[in-house]
């Protein structure tokens, strides 16, 4: 590009010190400085060839001006100069633009390339998020299953478990829990305390009916009627509830979950007056605590 500038400068000086005291034509002022322009912008750069004829072209001019400056070959001369000269400065202008916008379009492409791969990683993780969900969900499914499954199981065994004591004892429902009760006359003989031996295998069926039921917590509570002396009475029930609990225990109920109390004749369920009655007072009651007593415990 200075080359150019600088051989232009000097071949135009040179033509012009030969030249007459004339005035250029307005043609050539033009020509010479579109060229100087041209010579000085992107032309220099990137239309090199054309630069170099529009200079031709140009020399020519200046050359007529100098042997003729008021022909007509001048003046046609220098507008052929002109119009070389403002089409190559023109090209160069064209040329740089082409080059600035395919420089946008590759930053462009690059930023576009730049976030699709940012997109996709975002749509990655979030498919991998969801894949996430989906798995915890399904655990999550799975599990409520079995759990409904084993909750299922536990209430039917505890049903055939309440079903199975009903067949060898009086079961009803208290605010205080499950009351199984079992007849004084099935399990001791008079003023003993000693399981007899028919007792021992109806405890066996109720020890297999609470473990099936998955009891917490029980209390055995041995009656009496009212014959005799309170005190006396007392003492029996007490070591009654105490037999029962003994044998419960060694039939693999934890010694932890299970209580004995004598409460003597202070809870009759029916009047003493009669035979009946004293019979259905000695008794033995297994206490079964509610789950949400046991729980509290």
Do not use: W
């Not at 031709?56 to 008021?70: D, I």
């Not at 225990?249 to 009655?277: C, K, M, T, Y």
């Amino acid at each position: 590009m200075k080359y150019i500038a600088l051989t232009t400068v000097l071949g135009i000086a040179s033509l012009s010190g030969c030249a007459s005291t004339s005035a250029p034509p307005r043609e050539l002022v033009e020509a010479r400085a579109a060229f100087s322009r041209a010579s000085q912008g992107p032309a220099a750069r990137l239309a090199l060839v054309d630069l170099h004829n529009a200079q031709g072209e140009l020399e020519r001019a200046e050359r007529s001006f100098t042997e003729a400056p008021s022909s007509d070959v001048t003046r046609d001369l220098s507008y052929v100069a002109l119009r070389r000269a403002q089409t190559v400065e023109a090209r160069g202008d064209t040329l740089q633009a082409d080059q600035e916008r395919e420089r946008a379009e590759q930053e462009r492409a690059a930023l576009t390339g730049q976030q699709l791969t940012q997109t996709q990683t975002a749509l990655q993780q979030s498919q991998q998020q969801l894949q996430n969900t989906q798995q915890t969900v399904a655990m999550t499914q799975t599990q409520l299953a079995a759990e409904r499954q084993r909750r299922m199981e536990a209430e039917r065994q505890a049903a055939a478990a309440l079903e199975s004591l009903r067949r060898v004892a009086a079961v009803r429902e208290e605010q205080r829990g499950t009351v199984i009760t079992l007849s004084g006359e099935v399990l001791f003989a008079t003023g003993e305390s000693a399981l007899l031996p028919i007792a021992q295998q109806r405890l066996d069926q109720v020890a297999r009916a609470l473990i099936d039921q998955g009891a917490r917590h029980l209390v055995v509570e041995g009656h009496t009627d009212s014959r005799g002396s309170p005190a006396a009475n007392q003492q029996l029930s007490l070591a009654r509830a105490q037999s029962v609990r003994a044998y419960l225990i060694s039939r693999g109920i934890p010694e932890g979950q299970i209580e004995a109390s004598g409460l003597g004749p202070s809870r009759p369920v029916a009047p003493n007056d009669s035979a009946e009655g004293r019979a259905n007072n000695r008794r033995v009651e297994i206490v079964v605590s509610p789950a949400a007593a046991t729980a509290a415990r």
